[in-house]
């Protein structure tokens, strides 16, 4: 039985993926790093830690900080411009309805994760708001596991949704169950190599979770 589920953010409630494509065609050029020509050269760079996606596209340790601010300063400007997913907000709306508790888990530096849930009206829609002190979009995974001790939950009763196999590692590190949904930063190809459901939408996801709930 779902009793709580923990969000990703970028990328699953937040439709980023074109938008942060943009950022990096802005922003690696001045630093002699190649642009993206097309969505499934991302999808064959992206994957987590960030740090690891960035030494994929040409950053080197030794300009790593450089690029990763800049990049930064550029997704927060616009940020305002993001859409969420059609889905997220009924989904969100849904799931509250029938009393599952609801926990945002992201790589985000946690004071730009706070601000944008504020730019939705979301910034009461969860029990809390879990990411990093940083901008480097490390692992989640022992925020997870120290939430989880904290609080006490019930592994059983715990479900992750996310859009990147880190989403599934994140999950099997907590114990939790996990559901991915193929509209964010890796393919559905990528997904499904997690051996978790790989469903296409956030109401598909609130469809699965209402019926285990």
């Not at 940083?134 to 904290?150: C, F, L, P």
């Not at 990147?164 to 996990?178: P, Y």
Request: proline share 4%; hydrophobic share 40%.
């Amino acid at each position: 039985m779902i009793r709580q589920v923990f969000w990703d953010w970028n990328g699953t409630l937040l439709d980023d993926l074109s938008y942060a494509i943009g950022v990096r065609n802005k922003t690696f050029p001045p630093f002699g790093l190649p642009t993206i020509s097309s969505l499934e050269e991302y999808f064959d760079q992206f994957t987590f830690p960030v740090r690891e996606y960035y030494y994929r596209a040409g950053v080197t340790p030794e300009n790593f900080n450089q690029v990763a601010h800049a990049w930064m300063d550029e997704y927060v400007r616009g940020q305002d411009t993001i859409p969420l997913h059609g889905d997220a907000a009924d989904t969100l709306r849904r799931l509250r309805e029938k009393g599952i508790g609801q926990v945002v888990l992201s790589a985000s530096q946690i004071d730009i994760l706070k601000g944008q849930l504020a730019l939705y009206g979301l910034e009461n829609a969860f029990d809390d708001v879990l990411g990093h002190g940083n901008i480097y979009a490390d692992s989640k995974e022992m925020i997870g596991i120290r939430y989880m001790e904290k609080t006490g939950l019930k592994p059983e009763e715990c479900l992750m949704i996310g859009d990147t196999l880190h989403d599934a590692d994140v999950a099997a590190a907590m114990g939790i169950r996990c559901l991915l949904v193929s509209r964010g930063h890796q393919s559905r190809q990528t997904l499904e190599t997690a051996g978790v459901p790989v469903l296409g939408s956030l109401k598909e996801a609130g469809d699965w979770i209402i019926q285990n709930a």
